[in-house]
């Protein structure tokens, strides 16, 4: 329960003034998260090394690669999760390293097995998540609404989080990513193990986050990337080989035609 209680702790906590920050949407920059030659090692080995990538206001961003790419280790480092071992990482304005809270408040991050109590009421849950995130108490009822209305929680407020169904426990995990109106919303594989229906409803609650926020999608389904995405990166053996827009990226014919031509010629990154 601490080390789930960590996950949650160590990418929420801000200071009270970024509330005021998040809230203001207009005057985030239009780059909202770059990180700048990124190095990570493990047992000796590079995991991820030398990427480089920009985050834009409004824009979803599709993070492709195979399995031990360093997809998960990246986003890892760019939520503050995991230092790098070198380079440096800005979200929206602030140095990760430097400034931690700071930085931490503009970002939401659901990673692919959501930080959930199961014996938690989903109201209750959602605000111990805006409390982490130092929500000031006369706003905590409206963030509350607000994250449950755009994550289709509203009756599901009394509902025990372990009752619910994969799709609906996903939610719950996203509402806690956003309670805090984030300028950066980073979703590790949010559509796995959900049926169809489940899929595309996710999907469609990541197009609405795309409207107000930034997001960064990690996920094996490149038909997700196809339809939802609008720029694409992609991670082989830890190094960044591509990047551009979906519209580029399907010049080389359908999306997983590109994936598989990029990753076989491990392209330069563009």
């Known amino acids: 329960m601490t080390r789930r209680f960590g996950a949650i702790r160590d990418i929420g906590l801000y200071s009270d003034n970024m509330h005021e920050y998040n809230t203001a949407t207009a005057m985030s920059p239009p780059v909202t998260l770059s990180a700048q030659n990124l190095v990570r090692h493990r047992d000796h080995r590079v995991v991820v090394d030398n990427v480089s990538l920009e ?24 939520t503050g999760a995991l230092p790098p071992h070198s380079g440096k990482i800005q979200v929206c304005g602030f140095d990760l390293l430097d400034q931690p809270l700071q930085a931490k408040a503009c970002i939401g991050f659901l990673p692919e097995h959501p930080p959930l109590y199961r014996d938690m009421r989903v109201d209750d849950f959602l605000l111990f998540a805006a409390r982490l995130h130092r929500i000031p108490s006369s706003k905590l009822a409206a963030s509350l609404e607000l994250s449950k209305q755009r994550c289709g929680l509203q009756d599901y407020g009394r509902k025990l989080i372990g009752a619910l169904s994969k799709g609906y426990q996903q939610r719950v995990g996203i509402a806690q990513a956003i309670i805090h109106n984030p300028a950066v919303v980073v979703l590790d ?70 994936f598989m031509l990029i990753t076989k010629n491990g392209a330069a990154a563009t």
């Open 55 to 78: 985050l834009r206001r409004g824009e979803v961003l599709g993070l492709l690669g195979h399995n031990g790419a360093g997809k998960s280790t990246t986003l890892q480092m760019l």
């Open 189 to 258: 594989e949010p559509t796995v193990g959900l049926d169809p229906a489940q899929i595309r409803d996710i999907r469609a609650l990541i197009r609405e986050l795309g409207n107000s926020s930034s997001v960064i999608l990690s996920t094996h389904l490149l038909n997700e990337v196809e339809s939802i995405c609008d720029r694409v990166i992609i991670l082989q053996k830890g190094r960044l080989i591509y990047s551009g827009s979906s519209a580029e990226m399907l010049t080389n014919g359908n999306m997983e035609e590109a």
